[in-house]
């Protein structure tokens, strides 16, 4: 028996249940576990081969058994995974170590084992973090677990000294293992998964080509913030699908546009560059936040990546660097009927500009520090009499388009960025949590009408989870983390889903939303 707490893009915290004994995973198996499941008769390499042979020989249990993984390509273990996935726990066979198993538990694996772990052990190799000691090569055990310590390298004869390294090795591993839930737990599984494929070309490859394919399982907000640290990052589905979703969603109503730099502190309307500026100049104008590789209109600067990411900020733009940015600069621009465009830059910003918008004419107001009084008196004629613009509820409507596909109207409470929309009673505020909206009962019954990020549940009375026994029926459209609303016939609410909508229907046991409020009919 297998089933899912919390989901994050392939990766997943689950709870799995063999012989009486309960595992959470992902998890490490050993010993007496490994006995009790059955690895079928030949590795899943074969299935592409000899896909008949396979048949008669594949294992029969409740767990995909993913074998052979030493014999595959990068290509070949993304793709395996790729279809295996679903609501059975997936087992790697073998293959797991330090340095690989969170991209394994990253692709989907639920389980692993040791076996890699002992095999390194007796052929003399000793795990050091991800980094591996020939044991020829030590003079003393660099580590204080409970099978290194007080052990001394010289005295001991060969035979337990591979016993001490296989149990060292294995303790190695289970403490990545138990990482990864923290990791998933936390939504940072993605940042250090990133971070540990540089240490071996093989596991970049493998990422790179997992990356090809981002499905419904993928969160569209997260609670942690977003690393834009490798190459990698720019194929990370929060960023494909902001910038996507941004593109569709933006419809800026000014006859300028105004383009920023970014800033460190985030939502950039808070951070000291842009306050200086807006205190400096009357900004009554559609504003685009320029910064790699995100390009942020003002009005989306609350949504998740832009509301929580870390870039390395160097001074230094690459040329794909530019190119990227300014093609969705230009996308972005082209969304408007500007008749005037001020960009405020310097620097690689300002190569952003120069390359996104060749065919328009720019104006140029920073004379070598966007702080300095003179391009800030510049800035400030350029941008002289335009109407009001009401940005906070500009912001409203374009996040409510970007995460539900329609808007409500309303009017604006709060000091920003703690700002809610009502009408009448509170429809909806931003929680920068997660960087998205967070909606009441006036929004929650407009989204039951439609239809839209719904669940249909049994005739019970839901109080702080619901699990997926308890679901109808679900939207397809639901990812993890979305804002969802619940209903049977005389309860509806708001919560936060778990897992996807087509998981919550399938699956006969689980967590599928967390509730954060509930009425009655
Ligand atoms: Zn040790």
Redesign the pocket.
């Known amino acids: 028996m297998f089933y899912t707490e919390k989901r994050d893009g392939f990766a997943r915290l689950g709870v799995f249940e063999v012989n009486g004994l309960i595992l959470k995973t992902p998890a490490m198996l050993e010993e007496e576990l490994l006995k009790k499941i059955d690895f079928g008769k030949a590795p899943y390499a074969v299935k592409k081969i000899f896909p008949e042979i396979y048949e008669d020989l594949k294992p029969s249990g409740d767990v995909e058994i993913l074998s052979g993984l030493q014999a595959m390509s990068p290509r070949e273990i993304a793709e395996s995974f790729s279809e295996l996935r679903g609501n059975r726990p997936i087992y790697a066979v073998a293959y797991a170590e330090p340095v690989n198993v969170s991209l394994l538990v990253y692709l989907g694996a639920d389980l692993v084992d040791n076996i890699m772990a002992i095999a390194k052990a007796y052929n003399g190799i000793y795990y050091m973090g991800d980094i591996e000691l020939r044991l020829e090569r030590m003079t003393e ?1 660099p ?3 409970e ?2 310590r007080g052990q001394k390298l010289n005295e001991l004869k060969r035979e337990e000294i591979l016993r001490i390294v296989a149990g ?1 090795n294995t ?1 190695q591993l289970r403490m990545e293992v138990q990482k990864c839930r923290i990791l998933i737990e936390e939504e940072k599984l993605r940042n250090y998964v990133e971070a540990k494929t540089k240490l071996n070309p093989e596991l970049t490859a493998l990422l790179r080509f997992s990356d090809l394919e981002h499905g419904v399982c993928f969160p569209r907000f997260r609670r942690s913030t977003c690393y834009f640290n490798s190459q990698e990052s720019l194929n990370r589905f929060e960023v494909k699908y902001f910038l996507n979703r941004i593109a569709e969603c933006y419809r800026p109503k000014t006859r300028a546009l105004l383009l920023l730099p970014c800033t460190a502190k985030k939502p950039y309307l808070l951070s000291q560059t842009h306050r200086i500026i807006r205190s400096a100049v009357n900004v009554n104008v559609n504003e685009i936040i320029i910064s790699s590789p995100l390009v942020v209109p003002r009005e989306f600067e609350l949504m998740y990546p832009a509301v929580n990411y870390d870039t390395p900020v160097t001074g230094y733009w690459s040329d794909d660097e530019v190119a990227f940015v300014a093609g969705w600069l230009s996308r972005l621009v082209e969304k408007g009927k500007f008749e005037k465009i001020v960009a405020h830059v310097e620097g690689g910003y300002r190569k952003v500009v120069e390359r996104a918008l060749k065919d328009h004419d720019v104006v140029f107001t920073s004379e070598g520090n966007v702080l300095d009084s003179s391009s800030l008196k510049k800035l400030k004629k350029e941008l002289e009499g335009y109407e009001k613009y009401d940005l906070f509820s500009e912001m409203f409507s374009h996040a409510f388009r970007y995460q539900f596909g329609f808007e409500l109207g309303g009017f604006v409470r709060g000091k920003y960025p703690e700002i809610e929309l009502q009408n009448k009673e509170r429809v909806a505020r931003f929680d920068l949590r997660y960087g998205n909206l967070d909606i009441y009962s006036p929004f929650a019954k407009e989204l039951l009408k439609r239809g839209d990020y719904c669940i249909r549940i049994a005739e019970f009375e839901p109080t702080t989870t619901i699990f997926c026994a308890g679901v109808e029926s679900a939207d397809q459209k639901i990812r993890p983390n979305d804002v969802v609303v619940f209903y049977n016939s005389t309860y509806y609410g708001v919560g936060i889903a778990r897992m996807h909508g087509k998981e919550m229907v399938e699956a006969k046991k689980g967590v599928a939303v967390e509730i954060r409020r509930r009425y009655r009919f």
């Open positions: 055990f580590c204080r677990c099978f290194c060292h303790e």
